[in-house]
């Protein structure tokens, strides 16, 4: 699973690698060191030719759902790359709906023991990782309001990561933007990324707790193992 991420890419850095024609302007991209679910996260998507940057809420809210938000108790943030196609909450957006997640770098846990031990995850060659992702739109019944979310696809983990965890965001290429945001690509396309395009350090547990503040730079800082 991924639950956290960081982003500290420029603006310049996003138009460049995925030739934005068409971007969301955004006036204070302001760098973030603990993206939680639910939060609001940047997003790329591909409409009727242009490639633009979409604000989401991270953790997917399906078209049909017909309670209130506040009543989405199930983590819908990963979508499991072998059940993206089938599931429910996920399969029509998979179909339909597809878009990258830039992230800076994302934390993973270890295990020892009793203890939760944070690892960070960061890009060897580009300076952002392109997450798969897929999106939804969904209208609150009450007030009429539209709501974009989003998930990213998680899979089984390269040599690297499965030193940490059992799971890994799903990391695209540049030749792979077009067919995924297209829908060209399926379910060949969800593998896990080569073992050499991250690198992992092991962080403060602080960033443990969703409470840690999401500006304090001094998350990613390695520390002794």
Same mark, same amino acid.
């Given at each position: 699973?991924?639950?956290?991420?960081?982003?500290?890419?420029?603006?310049?850095?996003?138009?460049?690698?995925?030739?934005?024609?068409?971007?969301?302007?955004?006036?204070?991209?302001?760098?973030?060191?603990?993206?939680?679910?639910?939060?609001?996260?940047? $997003? /790329?998507?591909?409409?009727?030719?242009? *490639?633009?940057?979409?604000?989401?809420?991270?953790?997917? =809210? %399906? +078209?049909?759902?017909?309670?209130?938000?506040?009543?989405?108790?199930?983590?819908?943030?990963?979508?499991?790359?072998? $059940? /993206?196609?089938?599931?429910?909450?996920? *399969?029509?957006?998979?179909?339909?709906?597809?878009?990258? =997640? %830039? +992230?800076?770098?994302?934390?993973?846990?270890?295990?020892?023991?009793?203890?939760?031990?944070?690892?960070?995850?960061?890009?060897?060659?580009?300076?952002?990782?392109?997450?798969?992702?897929?999106?939804?739109?969904?209208?609150?019944?009450?007030?009429?309001?539209?709501?974009?979310?989003?998930?990213?696809?998680?899979?089984?983990?390269?040599?690297?990561?499965?030193?940490?965890?059992?799971?890994?965001?799903?990391?695209?290429?540049?030749?792979?933007?077009?067919?995924?945001?297209?829908?060209?690509?399926?379910?060949?396309?969800?593998?896990?990324?080569?073992?050499?395009?991250?690198?992992?350090?092991?962080?403060?547990?602080?960033?443990?707790?969703?409470?840690?503040?999401?500006?304090?730079?001094?998350?990613?800082?390695?520390?002794?193992?």
């Amino acid at each position: 699973m991924c639950g956290r991420f960081t982003r500290m890419y420029t603006w310049e850095e996003l138009v460049r690698l995925y030739r934005l024609t068409d971007p969301y302007m955004i006036s204070n991209l302001q760098p973030r060191y603990n993206i939680c679910p639910t939060t609001t996260v940047d $997003t /790329v998507v591909e409409v009727n030719g242009n *490639r633009q940057l979409v604000p989401m809420r991270w953790g997917l =809210i %399906p +078209a049909w759902w017909s309670k209130p938000l506040n009543d989405m108790k199930l983590a819908t943030f990963n979508a499991r790359a072998e $059940t /993206v196609d089938t599931k429910p909450m996920f *399969r029509s957006a998979f179909k339909k709906n597809r878009c990258i =997640i %830039p +992230a800076s770098g994302y934390y993973e846990w270890q295990t020892a023991g009793k203890q939760k031990l944070p690892w960070y995850f960061t890009p060897t060659q580009e300076p952002i990782l392109s997450i798969a992702g897929i999106w939804d739109e969904w209208t609150d019944k009450e007030t009429g309001k539209a709501l974009k979310s989003c998930a990213m696809l998680i899979t089984e983990p390269n040599k690297l990561a499965a030193e940490i965890h059992d799971r890994m965001p799903v990391l695209l290429q540049p030749e792979q933007f077009g067919p995924w945001l297209h829908g060209e690509s399926g379910k060949e396309a969800l593998l896990p990324a080569n073992d050499n395009v991250l690198r992992k350090v092991r962080v403060s547990p602080r960033v443990n707790s969703f409470r840690a503040l999401d500006e304090d730079g001094t998350l990613i800082d390695p520390v002794k193992t």
